[in-house]
């Protein structure tokens, strides 16, 4: 027997949806595994976390009391690199 309806495809079977609902049931009845971090004991992990930043300016102008400062030429270009590196060890 062929269900049809707007909001189900057309290739879909009443033993289908039986079937859907009967694992689906079954499913919601499963028990949940628990989320948890349990490395073993003795484990010994060394992680490095490394970060980059650049930054870059174009173009400045500033001005005070309405007039155009000009500033003295300086390096407008910025960066920073930062490391750290962590060593853990499971007890």
Known sequence: MK????????????S???LAGSVAGSLAGAP???VAFKPSEGLALTRTFTTAHEMVLDDM???MNGQPLTSPERDKNKS????M?????FA
């Open 3 to 14: 269900l049809t309806s707007p909001w189900l495809p057309s290739a879909m079977t009443l």
């Open 32 to 34: 949940v595994d628990e």
């Open 16 to 18: 289908s949806l039986f």
């Open 80 to 83: 920073m690199n930062a490391t």
């Open 85 to 89: 590196v962590v060593d853990d060890e």
């Open 61 to 63: 102008s500033i001005t």
